[in-house]
């Protein structure tokens, strides 16, 4: 399967600050990556899709102005969380779809916001 | 529309005792179900996946599942638990082919007791 690395893994900021998350396709040209989150004891959520030299897909109730994603190349998605609040602590998983359309899945990035 | 149903958000085995993990799902098209394993503050793994070709489907450490259409399940069992496999577990769901949405049931958390 596909090969996907996260970075950070962990990152605590303070109120107000933003927070930028990597999402690097090591052996697989993606040109489209999904971005999840994931509260504490519960399942996924799927936030947006990010498609390679175009704007990202979001899912209804999600703040495209707080969550900036950015996917410039076939290799590389990035999740910006603006203005960072303690509600958007979380656990963020990015992933992609690998050709018998299971999702492949990063480590995920714990971020605390103080 | 697609749903998933994991009955039970916890399971506790004793080592070397069957696990038997639930998952019934809905769908208005024909499926693809999968299995992913969580473990602390990591993504998911790919455990396993049925894409409509054989409905006994075999992964990763041990774990099968049978896609039984008539009772919409797809439960995931292991002969013989082992204490690495504690974990969370996921169902997912999806439309099939380009359809690359997932959704994913709630999670069992399995616990394994020596």
């Known amino acids: 399967g596909a090969v996907v690395s996260q970075h950070p893994s962990r990152v605590i900021c303070k109120s107000g600050t933003s927070v930028k998350i990597e999402c690097r396709s090591l052996?697989?040209?993606?040109?489209?990556m999904f971005w999840y989150r994931q509260f504490p004891k519960q399942s996924l959520m799927l936030m947006a899709t990010s498609n390679e030299g175009s704007k990202a897909t979001y899912e209804q109730g999600v703040e495209k102005d707080k969550f900036l994603i950015n996917h410039a190349s076939l290799t590389l998605s990035t999740l910006t969380v603006t203005s960072a609040h303690p509600e958007d602590s979380s656990f963020y998983i990015c992933?992609?779809?690998?050709?018998?359309?299971?999702?492949?899945f990063g480590e995920g990035s714990r971020l605390t916001v103080l | 529309a697609q749903s998933v149903t994991q009955l039970g958000s916890h399971v506790s085995v004793s080592e070397g005792a069957l696990v038997l993990l639930r998952c019934n799902y809905s769908?208005?098209?024909?499926?693809?179900l999968f299995w992913y394993v969580q473990y602390p503050n990591q993504g998911l793994q790919l455990l396993l996946k049925y894409t409509s070709a054989a409905t006994l489907v075999k992964g990763i450490n041990g774990f099968e599942a049978e896609f039984k259409k008539s009772e919409t399940s797809f439960h995931l069992t292991k002969p013989s638990a082992h204490m690495s496999d504690a974990a969370e577990y996921f169902c997912a769901v999806s439309g099939g082919g380009s359809n690359y949405k997932l959704t994913f049931g709630k999670g069992t958390l399995l616990t394994v007791n020596p």
């Open positions: 769908s208005s098209v024909p499926p693809y």
């Open positions: 992933s992609l779809q690998g050709e018998g359309g299971e999702l492949f």
């Open positions: 052996d697989f040209q993606a040109t489209t």
